[in-house]
């Protein structure tokens, strides 16, 4: 049973998935809008989130914290600087994920997940 278990494994180890993660995460923060499956951005939303609330804080203590995840400091730049102030009235939700239907290779379930308020129009 998978009672009080949370979070997806990705069939990925620990490392892995952490790894993972914390590119995609890099990724989506420098682009504002990256093309995955679905299970991942379910995950990423979960780090881009917490990332974006380290950005709000603004001190230096949340900047090294980002720095852990983030490992680019352009993006933690971009991150403290561009996104966070974007995001100052908002309490969470910093990022929307629309499906876009299945890779024909492997019928993976495909989505998008952009940042609320990138430039980008709905598609």
Do not use: C, W
């Not at 180890?13 to 993972?20: E, G, I, P």
């Not at 974007?86 to 492997?106: E, K, N, S, V």
């Amino acid at each position: 049973m998978r009672h009080l278990k949370q979070g997806r494994k990705l069939g990925r180890t620990t490392a892995h998935r952490k790894a993972l993660l914390r590119n995609l995460a890099t990724a989506l923060l420098e682009h504002e809008r990256i093309i995955t499956t679905e299970p991942k951005a379910k995950e990423l939303r979960r780090v881009a989130d917490k990332l974006v609330t380290l950005g709000k804080r603004g001190n230096l203590h949340a900047r090294r914290q980002a720095l852990q995840v983030v490992h680019t400091n352009a993006v933690v730049q971009k991150l403290f600087n561009e996104i966070a102030p974007r995001f100052a009235g908002r309490q969470g939700g910093y990022t929307r994920i629309l499906r876009l239907g299945y890779r024909p290779g492997d019928a993976a379930a495909m989505a998008v997940i952009e940042l609320v308020d990138s430039q980008f129009e709905a598609i």
